[in-house]
T-cell receptor, first 114, second 113 residues
């Protein structure tokens, strides 16, 4: 079955620390990959996406992610986090051949200590 | 402003009392869907619609109904709500299918007592 795994449920960092959130998916075909962010009390917003081309993609607010096809991974990174990055982060996959559903991971809650 | 609007934002209801959560988008998107978000489970798709009068089940459709009579609206109907439907609900839309970016509404927090 198609699934997305986010292994870190809650990450706590100090400001200026570097961030890496893991995401692995299981699906044999071509996929489009996304990271969404949900700030407290708000709706989901697109952080970045990968459809094809350069596997290192840059998103908003200094975030980037790298697609490693051989590892079925799409990890999210940020060199230096800020208190305003406190949010929940969702990795998501859309199978290209059946683009009717976003398969979400369970989410990673990121808490930043000021 | 391009947006997906859900109403109400918060709702407390009693078991068995029919309710409707509305969703409207102003981007002329063909695709719309409903998700529920539960702690530790992420978001799970309830129903989706690829276009007017075309709807299909997602992963957790039991206890829910939808309709798509107009392109802009996609209401979620709970005919007989139960406590296990207490959740945070999100409506989403995208231009054609999910190979394009999805836009989400602000969410509806539903409590069924």
């Amino acid at each position: 079955a198609q699934s997305v795994s986010q292994h870190n449920h809650h990450v706590i960092l100090s400001e200026a620390a570097s961030l890496e959130l893991g995401c692995n998916y299981s699906y044999g075909g071509t996929v489009n990959l996304f990271w969404y962010v949900q700030y407290p009390g708000q709706h989901l917003q697109l952080l970045l996406k990968y459809f094809s081309g350069d596997p290192l993609v840059k998103g908003i607010k200094g975030f980037e992610a790298e697609f490693i096809k051989s590892k079925f991974s799409f990890n999210l990174r940020k060199p230096s986090v800020q208190w305003s990055d406190t949010a929940e982060y969702f990795c998501a996959v859309v199978p290209y051949s059946s683009a009717s559903k976003i398969i979400f991971g369970s989410g990673t809650r990121l808490s930043i200590r000021p | 402003e391009a947006q997906v609007t859900q109403n109400p934002r918060y709702l407390i209801t009693v078991t068995g009392k029919k309710l409707t959560v509305t969703c409207s988008q102003n981007m002329n998107h063909e695709y719309m869907s409903w998700y529920r978000q539960d702690p530790g489970l992420g978001l799970r798709q309830i129903y989706y619609s690829m276009n007017v009068e075309v709807t299909d089940k997602g992963d957790v459709p039991e206890g829910y109904k939808v309709s798509r009579k107009e392109k802009r609206n996609f209401p979620l109907i709970l005919e007989s709500p139960s406590p296990n439907q207490t959740s945070l609900y999100f409506c989403a839309s995208s231009f054609a299918d999910l190979n394009t970016e999805a836009f989400f509404g602000q969410g509806t927090r539903l409590t069924v007592v």
